[in-house]
Nanobody, 122 residues
């Protein structure tokens, strides 16, 4: 199984960015796909997840309305759309896959991508 996250980079505060995560080696539609991030000196933070069929999404209150997760099962790809980015959104962003059921806990995800770095500048 391989998850490859990409699309990170340098963006100005207030801007938008879309991250992608391409999956291979798994029955993609059987997996909830989650996004997490790790900022320097902080614990890994759950950003949201999307069900295997794409019909359900869950977000923590901290990013609701700012981040949107979607997926294209035909392309084995999940997306994280981020808008109104702030300096504190600077982090390494990870995608992860969890079989069948939803969870916000990183410990319950089966597979992880390598991370893509997002830097928000003033």
């Amino acid at each position: 199984v391989q998850l490859q996250a990409f699309g990170g980079g340098l963006v100005q505060a207030g801007g938008s960015l879309r991250l992608s995560c391409a999956a291979s080696g798994l029955a993609f539609s059987d997996y909830y796909m989650g996004w997490f991030r790790e900022a320097p000196g902080k614990e890994r933070e759950f950003l949201g997840a999307i069900s295997g069929n794409g019909r359900r999404t869950n977000y923590p209150g901290s990013v609701k309305g700012q981040f949107t997760i979607s997926r294209e099962n035909s392309k084995n790809t999940v997306y994280l759309r981020m808008r109104s980015l702030k300096l504190e959104d600077t982090a390494v962003y990870y995608c992860a896959a969890k079989a069948y059921t939803y969870s916000p806990s990183d410990r319950e995800y089966n597979y992880w991508g390598q991370g893509t770095e997002v830097t928000v500048s003033s």
